[in-house]
């Protein structure tokens, strides 16, 4: 079946830049997703990405993905204090019709 | 804009009773709901997809006589978790498709289920 794989925790300085990368097996992906979730609260999505771009940009973050290496990435730059949360990777392969797969979340931990 | 409700935002019950919750797009119109779980330190977990007007179709592992889904409106998705037992209790999210934004998915606040 489907998988998504993630680090579980990230450490940044505030003010660098935080790359959090994915991996995923279905190929049939179209639409990838990258969602935030903070303590106690539901998910938030931040940005996606369609299977035949390779990169997007909005504001702070930047999207990239390698289709060939099944890999997505999430650049947040000049990270903040508010940025710490838990960063979910998610697939959808019909054309986000179907529900999502998700990775199991990426802990993003600013140090001051 | 696309914002998703869920209500209640927590709950506990005693084991074998059955609990209601509900999911609603307030200000879109949702042709497909989700429902997911998401247990302590885990990842989501696909349940069911709900398309108003027709049956819930549940992921492999999921009973569907104990987790009943009802997608009555373009704006609401009930779950009831019948009898529900202690390892049920998990953190119940839902989220919505828009009918004009297909590719996106807005997830709800989430509901807490605790059954002692």
């Known amino acids: 079946g489907e998988d998504v794989e993630q680090s579980l925790f990230l450490s940044v300085r505030e003010g660098d830049s935080s790359v959090i990368n994915c991996t995923y097996t279905d190929s049939s992906s179209t639409y990838l997703y990258w969602y935030k979730q903070e303590p106690g609260a539901g998910l938030q999505l931040l940005t996606y990405?369609?299977?035949?771009?390779d990169m997007k940009q909005d504001q702070r973050l930047t999207v990239l993905l390698n289709k060939k290496d099944k890999h997505l990435s999430l650049r947040i730059a000049d990270t903040q204090t508010g940025d710490s949360a838990i960063y979910f990777c998610a697939e959808s392969g019909g054309g986000g019709a179907d529900g999502l797969t998700f990775g199991k979340g990426t802990h993003l931990i600013i140090q001051p | 804009g696309a914002v998703v409700s869920q209500h209640p935002s927590w709950v506990i019950c005693k084991s074998g009773t059955s609990v209601k919750i509900e999911c609603r797009s307030l200000?879109?119109?949702?042709?497909?709901m989700f429902w997911y779980r998401q247990f302590p330190k885990q990842s989501l977990m696909l349940m069911a997809t709900?398309?108003?007007?027709?049956?819930?179709?549940?992921e492999q592992g999921v009973e569907k006589d104990k987790f009943l889904i009802n997608h009555a409106s373009l704006t609401l998705s009930t779950l009831t978790v019948t009898s529900a037992h202690p390892e049920d209790s998990s953190f119940y999210i839902c989220s919505a498709r828009s009918v004009s934004k297909a590719n996106e998915q807005f997830f709800g606040p989430g509901t807490r289920l605790t059954v002692l």
């Open positions: 709900s398309n108003e007007g027709s049956k819930a179709t549940y």
């Open positions: 200000d879109f119109q949702a042709t497909t």
């Open positions: 990405i369609f299977s035949n771009m």
